[in-house]
């Protein structure tokens, strides 16, 4: 098992790898299919360029966050890990932090 600094080593993190975590929580994919899951989840507010995503999945592997499962047609399909969930929820945690602390401040 990892230890909690471990995983608090990866907050905060970039909404990019957010929303890749959030996809593959969600569903298992490739790289295609991370890219439409972001657009739907963002309401099409953030497009993943190719090089942004390959590069963020390549770092995200090596962290252990996730893991190639299959290639189908030269296509990885990738899988969240157990201590990819972990580091997300921790994000979740430190978002929900933020948006309760942010509650009634006028500016």
Known sequence: MTNKRDSESYLPMSETAYYILLSLHLQQGHGYKIMQDVETLTQNRIHL?????????GKMESGGLITVIAEENKRKVYEITDFGREVLQLEITRIRELYENSKGVRL
């Not at 360029?49 to 999945?57: E, N």
């Open 49 to 57: 360029g190719a090089g942004t995503l390959y590069g963020t999945l």
